[in-house]
């Protein structure tokens, strides 16, 4: 059951982001109820298989690399559908939903296997770090994302060729503003998952090296940005660069610590 929905998920994911490059194939609008319907048979069907999972095993799906990976995919389409819904615009789907796909179809690789669960108190600590983190990462790639997309599109302008990109990407304002408001959002959701993960620490003195140094290169890239934005008062074209090269260097950084220590850590 929970391979299936997963399947499916990952499927209705992928499907989401076609329908939404189809302005690239050629010179038409997205189908927007699409896109936004594909995203959210995808939510559905993750939803459902990360249940069933935790039914089977009688654990949360925050443990574990499998179902640490598959949450981490569900929380960042949830994240996507979200904005896509609000903005009324479904560009950031070619980007963000394979991001999405992507570590649901590693869970899927490398196995459903749940970690320890901590009892009591204790758990719900824990897996709040973790819930809060993962919000935090998703908002941060969601950033990356229109970071990404403004640079393109700012690009496609100043060359002044108008092709499918432009016809495509939402104006560059709107691209900064979701770049500016996500940004804001994953240095609060880090902010908060890295002091429970502190005071967690500290409580029942358990450390793990590799979650601390992945956590720390996230909350400062991150932070980066936000104080950036915020304090720096950087323009659109430097924050867009920044959290597109800072999010590529967390994800570089993960699978370096994966590399270096495979069996460690809870979430990692």
């Known amino acids: ?35 936004i319907a594909a995203l959210t048979l995808g939510v559905v069907a993750h939803i459902i298989a990360l249940a069933a999972f935790a039914r089977s095993v009688g654990a949360v799906p925050l443990t574990g690399l499998g179902p640490s990976l598959s949450f981490a995919g569900l929380v960042l ?22 991001l999405a796909a992507l570590p649901t179809t590693f869970a899927n690789i490398v196995g459903m296997v ?18 809060l983190s993962f919000a935090g990462i998703a908002a941060f790639a969601t950033a990356a994302a229109a970071g990404t997309m403004y640079l393109l599109q ?14 495509f990407f939402p104006p560059l304002a709107t691209l900064d503003r979701v770049n500016h408001i996500a940004a804001i959002t994953g240095w609060i959701g880090l902010t908060l998952g890295i002091v ?3 005071s967690y620490s500290i409580t029942y003195r358990e450390m793990n090296l590799l979650q601390i ?10 932070t980066g940005v936000a104080l950036g ?20 260097a967390v994800l570089l950084l993960y699978v370096a610590l994966r590399a270096a220590g495979p069996g460690a850590g809870k979430f990692l």
């Open 229 to 248: 934005r915020v304090v720096g008062g950087w323009q659109a074209r430097r924050a867009a660069i920044f959290s597109s090269v800072g999010f590529a």
């Open 1 to 35: 059951m929970t391979a299936i929905a997963q399947f499916i998920a990952i499927s209705a994911y992928i499907g989401a982001a076609a329908l939404a490059a189809m302005p690239f194939a050629r010179p038409i609008e997205a189908p927007r109820r699409g896109v």
């Open 77 to 98: 389409a949830v994240t996507l559908l979200i904005v896509e819904t609000i903005a009324r615009e479904v560009s950031l789907t070619v980007v963000a939903a394979p």
């Open 213 to 222: 140094m992945w956590g720390s290169g996230a909350w400062l890239a991150v």
């Open 154 to 167: 700012r690009r496609e302008l100043r060359s002044r060729r108008f092709g499918a990109i432009f016809r």
């Open 196 to 198: 429970l993960a502190a």
């Open 114 to 131: 749940p970690g320890s669960e901590p009892p009591g108190a204790r758990g719900v600590w824990l897996f709040a770090h973790i819930a």
